[in-house]
């Protein structure tokens, strides 16, 4: 492996290398008549799991519903002294293993029905890494390109505040996501610390993972999630005698975890030839240099648009380009039935959550396209929030080194589990992964049985 753990660690990067990136103009395009929504996605990804093992009707029935829902409209002045009144949302899936773990999303797109199929998927994704916690999701509706940093700051204090106790260090855990970052999570936890009694603050600090390193955060946190893309590409590519030397890649989204599952492709000699992000769509055959990319968005207002070192292009077209792996790292159903057939990668790793529709995924498998599932594949985010929550918990700090040694681990044990499974079977792995993480729940309810 050519990037070694001290080159990991002598890597400096914020939580999230790119902030706020949404263009202004940005619309969310109306959904259209009878389309699909994640939701409806996400169940029929477990009825199809749920099929598959036998699971039983009374938790299939449990685990078919979130058990809660939390709405919050809370106002906030703005700095020209206006007060504008948001839409929060929580919800809480499942907390049979434990705690609801899951980000918190500011974008245009966030409602409840989105953020009911993200709490689902995290539910997944918790279990199958094997950490003792459930799934929630949430955030708001808001395109933050459109606020200033003090007036973020205000609108994630008072939404923490409105959340009160339906968050909590045992109850659930929030982290970044789309749009958030160790910023964010700060002045979530320094909000809900201050609502406590003083004796009980540094008891409650782990209220939210994804921290600065100076607040609590763990270090590597901030690229975990893009490295762990990168490490299942890796399995995939070994497992199949191949290397990453001269593989070609396309990234969708060059936010913190395209850009570092970029990152460590590039260093394993793999090249990145397309690149698409809010803004725009662009490609050179002879490869884009990550880091110079990753330099030009930084002056450029976080848009690749006008890169030199590259071709604009349309963004339908993007997914047709001729590549050997393809990672869409930004929204959910950007892969449908209406796009499947124009991709020529062999291997989609899935750094989004939800970014293939089931009908889109149904035309990938038939051309023989393997998916490494979004509950696997990007699960390195969610898998070193658990360790920054042990630490905080058990007031211990750890060093770079010993985050990614662990997590290569853990990766690792869930990969082959994944793979093991879906060659036993005879499934891909999306329903292989499934199968897996819903045996898991259901085991504990069968043991514990259900109250009263």
């Given at each position: 492996?050519?990037n070694?753990?001290?080159e990991?660690?002598d890597?400096?990067?914020?939580?999230?290398t790119?902030?706020?990136?949404?263009?202004?103009?940005?619309?969310?395009?109306?959904?259209p008549?009878?389309?699909?929504?994640?939701?409806?996605?996400?169940?029929?990804?477990?009825?199809?799991?749920?099929?598959?093992?036998?699971?039983?009707?009374?938790?299939?029935?449990?685990?078919?519903i979130?058990?809660?829902?939390?709405?919050?409209?809370?106002?906030v002045k703005m700095?020209?002294?206006?007060?504008e009144?948001?839409?929060?949302?929580?919800?809480?899936?499942n907390?049979?293993?434990?705690?609801?773990?899951g980000?918190?999303?500011?974008?245009?797109t966030?409602?409840?029905?989105?953020?009911r199929?993200?709490?689902?998927?995290?539910?997944?994704?918790?279990?199958?890494?094997?950490?003792?916690?459930?799934?929630?999701k949430?955030?708001?509706?808001?395109?933050?390109?459109?606020?200033?940093?003090?007036e973020?700051?205000?609108?994630?204090?008072?939404?923490?505040?409105?959340?009160?106790?339906?968050?909590?260090?045992?109850?659930?855990?929030?982290?970044?996501?789309?749009?958030?970052?160790?910023?964010?999570?700060?002045?979530?936890?320094?909000?809900y610390?201050?609502?406590?009694?003083?004796?009980?603050?540094?008891?409650?600090?782990?209220?939210?993972?994804?921290?600065?390193?100076?607040?609590?955060?763990l270090?590597?946190?901030?690229?975990?999630?893009?490295?762990?893309?990168?490490l299942?590409?890796?399995f995939?590519?070994?497992e199949?005698?191949?290397?990453?030397?001269?593989?070609?890649?396309?990234?969708?989204?060059?936010?913190?975890?395209g850009?570092w599952?970029?990152?460590?492709?590039?260093?394993?000699?793999?090249?990145?030839?397309?690149?698409?992000?809010?803004?725009?769509?662009?490609?050179?055959?002879?490869?884009?240099?990550?880091e110079?990319?990753?330099?030009?968005?930084?002056?450029n207002?976080?848009?690749?648009?006008?890169?030199?070192?590259?071709?604009?292009m349309?963004?339908?077209?993007?997914?047709?380009?001729?590549?050997?792996?393809?990672?869409?790292?930004?929204?959910g159903?950007?892969?449908?039935?209406?796009?499947?057939?124009?991709?020529?990668a062999?291997?989609?790793?899935?750094?989004?959550n939800?970014?293939?529709?089931?009908?889109?995924?149904?035309?990938?498998?038939?051309?023989?396209?393997?998916?490494?599932?979004?509950?696997?594949?990007?699960?390195?985010?969610?898998?070193?929030?658990?360790?920054?929550?042990?630490?905080?918990?058990?007031?211990?700090?750890?060093?770079?080194?010993e985050?990614?040694?662990?997590?290569?681990?853990?990766?690792?044990?869930?990969?082959?589990?994944?793979s093991?499974?879906a060659?036993l079977?005879?499934?891909?792995?999306?329903k292989?992964?499934y199968?897996?993480?819903?045996?898991?729940?259901?085991?504990a309810?069968?043991?514990?049985?259900?109250?009263?």
């Open positions: 492996m050519k070694t753990k001290s990991i660690s890597r400096e990067s914020n939580s999230n790119k902030e706020m990136t949404l263009t202004k103009e940005l619309k969310v395009p109306a959904k008549k009878n389309a699909r929504g994640m939701v409806d996605n996400v169940l029929e990804q477990f009825n199809s799991a749920s099929d598959q093992i036998g699971l039983h009707p009374n938790i299939r029935k449990i685990l078919s979130t058990n809660n829902e939390v709405i919050v409209n809370f106002p700095d020209n002294g206006d007060v009144i948001f839409q929060g949302y929580r919800v809480q899936h907390n049979a293993l434990g705690p609801y773990k980000g918190l999303r500011y974008h245009p966030v409602d409840i029905d989105a953020a199929a993200l709490a689902m998927w995290m539910t997944w994704k918790t279990s199958l890494a094997g950490l003792p916690y459930g799934g929630g949430g955030g708001i509706q808001l395109d933050p390109s459109k606020y200033s940093k003090d973020l700051e205000r609108i994630t204090r008072r939404f923490t505040f409105a959340l009160g106790d339906n968050i909590g260090p045992e109850h659930d855990i929030p982290a970044p996501d789309v749009n958030t970052n160790a910023q964010t999570m700060a002045w979530m936890a320094d909000t610390m201050s609502t406590k009694a003083p004796a009980a603050r540094s008891m409650n600090q782990h209220v939210v993972t994804g921290k600065p390193i100076g607040s609590g955060g270090e590597g946190r901030d690229r975990a999630t893009g490295y762990g893309v990168f299942t590409i890796k995939w590519i070994e199949n005698n191949e290397t990453l030397e001269g593989k070609t890649f396309i990234v969708q989204g060059f936010g913190n975890v850009y599952a970029a990152y460590f492709l590039e260093k394993e000699g793999a090249k990145m030839i397309g690149v698409q992000d809010a803004y725009g769509s662009i490609k050179n055959g002879n490869g884009i240099k990550v110079d990319l990753f330099n030009y968005t930084k002056a207002n976080g848009s690749l648009v006008g890169y030199p070192e590259s071709e604009a349309e963004k339908e077209d993007f997914f047709a380009l001729d590549c050997d792996i393809c990672i869409p790292a930004a929204l159903n950007q892969i449908t039935e209406g796009n499947a057939h124009l991709i020529k062999n291997l989609i790793a899935e750094g989004a939800g970014p293939i529709n089931v009908e889109g995924e149904k035309i990938l498998l038939e051309k023989g396209v393997t998916i490494i599932p979004d509950i696997l594949c990007n699960s390195g985010g969610v898998i070193t929030s658990y360790f920054e929550w042990l630490q905080n918990r058990n007031g211990e700090l750890w060093n770079m080194e985050v990614i040694e662990r997590l290569d681990k853990k990766l690792k044990e869930s990969y082959t589990k994944v093991d499974y060659k079977e005879g499934i891909d792995m999306r292989a992964a199968c897996i993480a819903i045996q898991r729940i259901e085991k309810y069968v043991q514990r049985g259900i109250f009263p």
